[in-house]
């Protein structure tokens, strides 16, 4: 199946006389005739469902799109996006490992690599796209476990530079994590530039309502943990499941990755999405590849129209050429370059608020990637557990503005958009 098929149709086949749409099967436990059967599954999750926190049959279907339009080999549905980037972590680490992210990410996913992970003996060094590769490879030691970076950087704006820090992983034996959220598959498949993992916040687009909050993992299927002392637990026999080896049952590191993170993470931790929301946000997957090509193009004709007001200091989209990362987005990107437009106001925190003030279409709400326009200002909301330091490594000042561009008439957008400008 093409993208587009696969959003439609994808991993739900009805047989004969089954419900045409994937139904919600919302029960937390599964029956079974023999002792034998259910103490099978105990050992080996994967062949069947015994609880809903571990696996549901709405769920796996669920999960079998995402892989698909993803490329990947295996997808494990979290409760979050934060979830889904906890349970990459605590999937490779354990107290005295560290990770190396960029630091242009979400400030969610900043502050807990910055803040929490430490109280849990897991530290970060932070890096940046300015850094030369060995700067970069600098932070990487015997104890670094993955590389963590943001397909379009929220809301830094910058684009993953795929081919770098893939060769850079690659010779370092490192896995390369990446947040696809607002890219999505239909726009960037990043298993096809040299990714490991690909995590999301399903919430966002992929949902597209604002109704569902989930996040999901997505193994790649592309890594060797064989002879790679970073990752002795995946060829180390489990002990709390009868000395299971995750390479060997991951059909040699197909899918082993997500096996260890439901077999090991899932069931300690408890992040397991329900299955009304996975059923609601399969039903917005359905339109996925149709609304992004909406945002994309809603987007740029904004970010076109901003560059010409003597209000705005600057505008960042992937979409302009006059971008600094246009070049970049062009090699990695198909079909446009998402929905979010982040630029900067003439008069800094002030006249931001001004604006905000000012709109109508837009909605001030703590959201960005549905169907309705929103607008945030990330130095007073997202990011304002961050230092003024922070806030600068991060790429943010206090004029940035974050536009969310839904799927609204184009005229309606630039329209809210400018009048508000106007009116400051």
Known sequence: MNKDTMCVQGAYEPKSGDPRVLPLMQSTTYYYESLEEMAHLFDVPKDGHIYSRISNPTVECYEKKIAMLEGGTACMAVSSGMAATLNTVLNVCKAGDNIVSMSTIYGGSYNLFKSTLPKLGITCRFVNDDMTDEEIKANIDENTKLFFGETIANPAMVVFDFDRISKICKEEKLLLVVDNTLATPILVRPFEH????????????????????????????????????????????????????????????????????????????????????????????????????????????????????????WVNYAGLESNKYHERAVKYFKGGFSGMVVFGIKGGRENAEKFINNLHLFKNVTHIADVRSCVLHPASTTHRQLSSEDLVKAGIDEGLVRLSVGIEDEKDIIEDIIGALNNI
């Open 194 to 313: 040299g990714a490991n993992i690909v995590v999301h916040s399903t919430t966002k687009y992929m949902d597209g309502h604002a109704t569902a909050v989930g996040g999901a993992i997505v193994d790649g299927g592309n890594f060797e943990y064989r002879d790679n002392p970073r990752y002795v637990d995946f060829v180390t026999p489990d002990e709390s499941y009868h000395g299971i080896n995750y390479v060997d049952e991951g059909e040699g590191g197909l899918y082993s990755f997500v096996l260890k993170a439901r077999m090991q993470g899932m069931r300690d931790y408890g992040t397991s999405v329900s299955p009304f929301n996975a059923y609601i946000t399969n039903l917005g997957m359905e339109t996925l590849h149709l609304r992004m090509e909406r945002h994309s193009s809603n987007a740029l004709a904004l970010a076109k129209e901003l560059e010409k007001h003597p209000m705005v200091a």
